[in-house]
């Protein structure tokens, strides 16, 4: 086994859980988006952000599974989560802050091993 082979399974495998769980974040946007509309709008967003935002979640978590694409499709979904972050933390909303910040740190993970394969420490 090559020393890149955990790194890859590694990365692969939180890939595949930003994928289900970001694709379903992005989803429920459209399919329950009487909610998100609600929430979006408390929080003082227009209410068409909440498309925008769900748009850009599922192209991103698409994007995720394509190594070529997948290094900027982290940082464009790193660059959401820290605005859910933002935003629950300034309006204390219910969504809670574990959410975002779980995602942030197995998002910055990927990005992490991404390059760490792309470009392995010299000896």
Known sequence: MSKRTPKLVLVWVLTAFEVLTMGLAGATKFMNADMWQEHFSSWGYPVWLTSVV???????????????TALGAAG???VIMIGALGTVLVFHSELGWFGPTLHLGLLSAIVWL?????CPPRA
């Open 54 to 68: 769900g748009v850009a979640e599922l192209v991103g978590v698409a994007l995720l599974l394509v190594p070529r």
């Open 76 to 78: 464009g979904l790193i």
């Open 114 to 118: 991404r390059l760490r394969l792309r």
